[in-house]
C-alpha cells in the first residue's frame, strides 16, 4: 500500500506528562480505528465519552472521542481524535493498540500539514504560515503568521494567477482560434493592459523592503568590546536572568552567547561575545575570531566599554552604539567621552546596579520598531516567495516586451509567470488556460 493510502496517527498536543492528550489519527482507517478501540463512531463532530480498549478487551482509559469524516476535516481525510489523560503509559497503550491495526502507522513530521495540503485545504503559502504560527516567539511573529495562515499572500496570488490566465487566454484565443466568429478580433490591447496593471502591482510588494521576512527572522544584536568591560553582566541584566558566567577575570567568556528576548512583542536575539583583544592563549584567540565575526553579521552592535576610552574596533556594516558600562564606580574624570571609531549613539550605564538599561531597551525597541517598520502586514515572509514573486515579474516584464515581435513569445512569457505563481502556491495546472478560452467564448458550441 502507497504511504499516502495509510492511516498515521500522532501526538497533536504537548509533550506528557499532561493532564489531557490530543491523539489524532487520519485515512480510510480511522473510522474502523474507533469501531476497534472505542467500539463505536460517534456523530460527526459530537464528543462521546468512551471507555477505550485495546485488542485483548484491556481497558486503556477514559476518553472522549470525536469524528470528522472526508472532505470536512482538517486533513481532508477521515479523521479521529483521541483525547485521553495525559500520562506516557496512557499514551504508550493507545499508541501499541493503534500501530496494532492494519495499514496504521505512526506519522512523520509534518505529514497531517501535507496531506491537508495535497488535499487542497491549505495553499503552500498557507502551509507555511501554519509553520511560522507554530515556532513565533512573540506576538508580532505570532499575528504576521496567522495572516498568512489565512491567505494573506495566497489570496493575492491567486488572484494575480486567474487574471494572468485570463490576459494569457486572450492572446492564445486570438492566435488559435482567430477564425472563430465568437472570438474577438482585437485581443492583444486588453490583454497586454492587463498585464502591465499586475506588473505594476507585483513590483510595487517587491519594491518594499523584506521587512516581514525581517519579522520572521528577528533582528540580532551583538555585545562586544574589550574584555573585562561588563559584557556579561549587561545580557544577564537584557534577560533578566544569569545566561553567562560573571567573573573579575578578563577571557572568562570563551564562544558566542546567545539569548533571545521579546522586545514589545520584536524578536531579539542578543549575543554576548568573547572579549576582543590580543592574546596568546589558542583557544581565547579562536573565541575572539567568533565574536568578530558573529559581530560583523549583526544587525546592530552595542560597544561596550568601562570609561578607559570609547576606541570602536568594528569592520562590519551594522550601526555601532558606544555603551559606557560601570559609571557607578568611576568618577566623571575617568571618563572619556570622547569617541573614536564610528558611533551613532552614546549610552551610559551600570551593568551590576541596572543604572541606565530601561534607556538603552527603550532605545531598543524604538531601533527594532524602525528596523522591522511596518513588517507584520507584509504580504512576502521567505525567500522562496520572494524568488518566485520576481520570477513571476520578470516574465511579465518579458511578455511586454517581446509581444510585438510575436504574439507566440509574449503568450509563452505568461505560461512561465502562471508557472512560477503556481510553485507560490503548489498548484500547478496545465488546463487551465484552455478551460477560459473554452468557457469565455464558447469555442466549438
Known amino acids: 500500500m502507497h504511504p499516502r493510502d495509510q492511516t498515521i496517527f500522532a501526538l497533536s498536543s504537548g509533550r506528557p506528562p499532561s493532564a489531557i492528550a490530543i491523539v489524532r489519527v487520519s485515512g480510510p482507517g480511522a473510522g474502523p480505528a474507533l469501531v476497534k478501540l472505542a467500539g463505536k463512531i460517534p456523530a460527526p463532530r459530537m464528543a462521546a465519552r468512551v471507555l477505550l480498549q485495546d485488542a485483548r478487551g484491556q481497558p ?72 511560522d504560527l507554530i515556532h513565533a516567539d512573540t506576538d508580532r511573529q505570532r499575528r504576521q503568521a496567522l495572516r498568512q495562515l489565512k491567505g494573506l499572500l495566497g489570496d493575492r496570488a491567486r488572484d494575480w494567477r486567474a487574471q494572468i490566465i485570463e490576459a494569457s487566454a486572450l492572446i492564445e484565443a486570438g492566435i488559435d482560434f482567430s477564425d472563430e466568429g ?23 510588494v517587491l519594491a518594499a523592503q523584506a521587512q516581514s521576512e525581517r519579522l520572521r527572522d528577528g533582528l540580532v544584536v551583538a555585545i562586544a568590546g574589550p574584555p573585562n568591560v561588563g559584557k556579561s553582566t549587561l545580557i544577564n541584566q537584557l534577560a533578566r536572568r544569569d545566561v553567562a558566567i560573571v567573573s573579575p577575570h578578563a577571557g572568562t567568556t570563551r564562544d558566542v552567547i546567545e539569548v533571545q528576548l521579546d ?29 568578530r565575526a558573529r559581530a560583523e553579521e549583526a544587525d546592530l552592535v552595542l560597544w561596550l566599554t568601562d570609561g578607559k576610552g570609547l576606541a570602536i574596533s568594528h569592520e562590519g556594516s551594522a550601526p555601532v552604539w558606544a555603551v559606557r558600562n560601570k559609571i557607578d564606580i568611576s568618577s566623571a574624570a575617568e571618563d572619556r567621552p570622547a569617541v573614536s571609531g564610528r558611533a551613532t549613539g552614546i549610552f551610559r550605564i551600570s551593568a551590576r546596579t541596572g543604572e541606565g538599561i530601561p534607556e538603552l531597551i527603550a532605545a531598543l525597541v524604538r531601533f527594532a520598531h524602525d528596523y522591522f517598520g511596518s513588517g507584520e502586514g507584509g504580504l512576502i515572509t521567505r525567500t522562496r516567495q520572494r524568488k518566485l514573486l520576481q520570477e513571476t515579474a520578470d516574465s511579465l516584464q518579458r511578455a511586454i516586451a517581446v509581444v510585438g515581435a510575436g504574439e507566440e513569445l509574449a503568450a509563452e512569457e505568461l505560461r512561465s509567470a502562471i508557472y512560477s505563481l503556481g510553485r507560490l502556491l503548489g498548484r500547478v495546472d496545465v488546463e487551465d488556460i484552455l478551460d477560459v478560452i473554452f468557457r469565455e467564448f464558447c469555442v466549438g458550441k
Not at 86 to 105: E, P, Q
Not at 183 to 199: D, M, N, Q
Open 60 to 131: 486503556i482509559d477514559d476518553a472522549v472521542v470525536l469524528w470528522f469524516p472526508a472532505p470536512a476535516s482538517a486533513t481532508g481525510e477521515d479523521v479521529a481524535e483521541f483525547h485521553v489523560h495525559g500520562g506516557r503509559a496512557v499514551l504508550g497503550a493507545l499508541f501499541n493498540a493503534l500501530a496494532g491495526l492494519d495499514n496504521v502507522r505512526p506519522a512523520e513530521a509534518g505529514e497531517f500539514t501535507r496531506r491537508a495540503f495535497e488535499n487542497g485545504k491549505l495553499d503552500l503559502t498557507e502551509a507555511e504560515g501554519l509553520d
Open 182 to 204: 465568437d472570438v474577438p478580433a482585437e485581443l492583444i490591447t486588453p490583454a497586454l493592459g492587463k498585464v502591465k496593471a499586475l506588473l505594476v502591482e507585483i513590483q510595487r
Open 263 to 291: 522586545l514589545d512583542g520584536y524578536p531579539v536575539t542578543v549575543i554576548d561575545t568573547a572579549g576582543i583583544r590580543e592574546t596568546d592563549d589558542p583557544v581565547e584567540q579562536e573565541g575572539v575570531r567568533r565574536a
